[in-house]
């Protein structure tokens, strides 16, 4: 196959150094189509070391006499150092992880290649289809359906097969509202709140552009979301983007809901940062990250002039404003930005944790996940082709979907006992998000996903993740069910940076990990001792 | 009593107090001499009792015949009290600034209070010096305790006991007095009983412009260093600083004179300078306008964390010197009553496991704090919301004890206690019903009687009811020494003491709760695991015992 082309040097003596803590491994290092491995000489460890090259964010070379050094950068934010026997070698290597760490192409990736023992292709695939969600609404109210306009994605290129629409409107008008809307997106339900009986709609802008086009068909719908909620219901619609923002938008085709047109609904623009400045920030706080010698000031001043937790803040607090308007006021909630599918994503999926219990489960967060992100159509390959360390000009990168869960974080470090998963879980997310053996997060749209036969030929993250094995990693213990809405602290005072990600490898290994290992133990421990209902349940079979 | 003339409104109704994390309550206010009382009539429970030295500075406010009071507390507390009434409301507020300020020491609570717990060990005599010395005799007899201070006659700021090389005689050391700052000879703060490195502290050696020596001094420095062994002098005070010392008498070591001395400069600030950082904080952390750029710059212009890391890292240095280089150390500043203590107590934390547990870290504080002459009563007189710039003020103790949250927050199984021991501490420095933190020495203590007069902290602390509080669920004894991170991105901000009123804990406290009821669950589980093994080992043995004829 055409890897062969790529690569070099089969391999070489070669000696890594993977931070301060672990012991550096000596050994012979082969580049494979998909990972670079390295296998410690036979008076050693049996234990191969091995790394996914797509992981590879970006990669310096240095040689110095017969001999050398490469370092690698990596989309988790590791930084990994290879010190090669041979000049050659180390060229040819190097080479060669350039090359098979930015093949564009998604059907030769790993993921189409991944056969774990123990995993049956296709499992996990069918845990969070759109009828899913739909039955759970379904339950609740009868003001919604489910339509299958979208069956062969014509309608709208990066919305699932399936979406949940007002019933009272027809699949002929929602094509009609789908062309006033940036790529199709028109409204669509994202969650049914059944205490107040509002829901939070998303959609991209409307194309009214600078002649204030109107759509009748976009109207009605959203007077049907009004009047399916309860009569004399109010809605808001969040704008992600300033007022000003928005009214640009209108010379490029896009622009605002008027406030005559949609009678019951009030804008509010909410800023959020997206695209560009959110990477630049992104790849500023990692670059402050790394530098453990400066001073307090310096440090404090980076933090500050990154802008990370600002933008933090911004989306929590915005969400916090969906979710208050939902369950205090009594009001419909549209979100939507430029196209829809990325703060706006961010907006509508942290409203959800902060108001429903059942996405703060493991299998409520995954479902959340799939569906607000995955299926949602969140650009997952072109947001993520690459992180915080890579050199070429970033074009459509942007670590939104960190940034959720970063936020996810947050919220988790101000309810501890609320969410059922751990730290551990975010981690797996971010990590996999960027670079992964699972197709999950492959592709832009589920329209791509199909194309490539993903759902067939690939594993599915949420099997891997749901293994017994993988379940101490990911769960929190001390999780009790809160049924409450949790409403976080948005001050300043009250944001950290999330050392667990941000300073993952630079840090030494933090004893509060060892703490929580510990507790972790005793839990199990009890669970072991005890014999009856554990503290943590037992992953439930899923259908 | 003198009291009652400063109270000249000792009771009003239909108060309205309003403080962190509670609704606002309506009930009576009283004054008495040294407390602040609020309780709603409905039930006749005490919503409020504040001591008055515990109020910091307070506002006051009138808006037509409602007049408002805000006292801000020594603890960074802030609570509003609406009291209908100008005249009523005049009245409170100059008693409270009459009695939250009062001069004579012997008027303060400490001298009133009876306590309502008995007391099974009394404080004063928790913590004597023989008994550290004890604890080194059996290890070493290169020390000796003297008795040189008795009448505070050598050194008004040391106990009366000290530690000192054997090898040196009183009157040497009577001598050494003369030249170092406020009589602050070289005593003994550490030993280290895994290589026999110590570390000494003292006052600023008094060279002056023109060099003066102390033979004396540099025999006592010389006769702590074992044949062919190095030791470091670790000034902490940058070398400028200490350069420009000699102007006012002050100084540092020649090496010269102290050859087998090297000297390094760590400069740590203190004083003035430290009580701005502090107010600029607290400042910073009650800042409501919700920008994030804003607080982090204030953040950083408050330089509270520059602060930590500076005393940290120069604790670290001082570890490294012993643990590593295995040199003993001499550390002093000026006069060697607060930086040095804070380099001298974190070092030892770092290095000795014993400081680590409750019991030795009340005797860390005893030994290098109370008993080292830490001048608490003029360092806490004020916190962070006073107006009147004191220039004795400094937030040293402060500022120890979150460094010691930092490592505690690095190594949260390595400590016996946890946070809200520090906490507790904090407030008892600042404002307390007991004597331990009254006065600047043990000098003054005994002046003021406090061991007859008032209770000890540790004889309230030291009680299985209030242990419980503040032993940590986590701790298993770490025999090894600990070395902190001092990166800047391993410092944080004490949010237990700086956003402790701004931010409700609840869920943090619940997600702490559950994990204690864990850890006591899995205990108790434990122990039933043994007796049942123990009861099957004694069948088995009955068995074969049956067996065998």
Redesign the interface.
Known sequence: MEFSELIRTGRAQAELLRGPEAPPLRGTLCVTGHHLLLSPGPQATSDLWLLLLRSVDSIEKRVAGDSGTITLRCKDLRVLQLDIEGVEATLDIARSIEALSSLESVITSFPFFYRPKGLRLGDAWHFHPPEHYYKRVARETNAWRLSEVNEDFSVCPSYPRAVIVPRAVDDDALKRSARFRQGGRFPVLSYHHAPSGTVLLRSSQPLTGPQKRRCAEDEEMLRAVLAGARPGARGFIVDTRSSQTAKQARMTGGGTEAKAAYPGWKRLHRPLERGRPLQESFVRLVEA?GD??????????R??GC?W??HV?EALSTACLAAQGMEREGACILVHGAEGTDSTLLVTSLAQLILDPLSRTMAGFQELVEREWIQAGHPFQLRCAHSAFSHARPKHEAPTFLLFLDCVWQLGR?????LEFGEGLLLALFEHAYASPFGTFLCNSEKERCLCEVRTRTHSLWSGLNQPKEQRKVRN??Y?LNPLAIWP???????R?W?GLF?RW???P???E??WE??WQ??T??EK??GSQP?VSAPEPQS | MEFAELIRTPRVDNVVLHRPFYPAVEGTLCLTGHHLILSSRQDNTEELWLLHSNIDAIDKRFVGPLGTIIIKCKDFRIIQLDIPGMEECLNIASSIEALSTLDSITLMYPFFYRPMFEVIEDGWHSFLPEQEFEFYSSATSEWRLSYVNKEFAVCPSYSPIVIVPKSIDDEALRKVATFRHGGRFPVLSYYHKKNGMVIMRSGQPLTGTNGRRCKEDEKLINATLRAGKRGYIIDTRSLTVAQQARAKGGGFEQEAHYPQWRRIHKSIERYHILQESLIKLVEACNDQTHNMDRWLSKLEASNWLTHIKEILTTACLAAQCIDREGASILIHGTEGTDSTLQVTSLAQIILEPRSRTIRGFEALIEREWLQAGHPFQQRCAQSAYCNSRQKWESPVFLLFLDCVWQILRQFPCSFEFNENFLIMLFEHAYASQFGTFLGNNESERCKLKLQQKTMSLWSWVNRPSELSKFTSPLFEANNLVIWPSVAPQSLHLWEGIFLRWNRSSKYLDEAYEEMVNIIEHNKELQAKVNILRRQLAELETEDGMQESP
């Not at chain 1, 453990?292 to 001043?301: C, G, K, P, T, V």
């Not at chain 1, 101000?414 to 609320?418: A, E, K, M, T, V």
């Open positions: 990250c453990l010698e400066q001073s307090m000031d310096r440090w404090l001043s933090l500050e802008r937790l600002a803040k101000q309810f501890p006992l609320s213990p001390l009790v602290s948005v001050e300043p005072q009250s944001l940076l050392q300073l630079t840090r030494p933090e004893p509060s060892v703490a510990k507790v005793i839990v421990d009890k001792t005890e503290t």
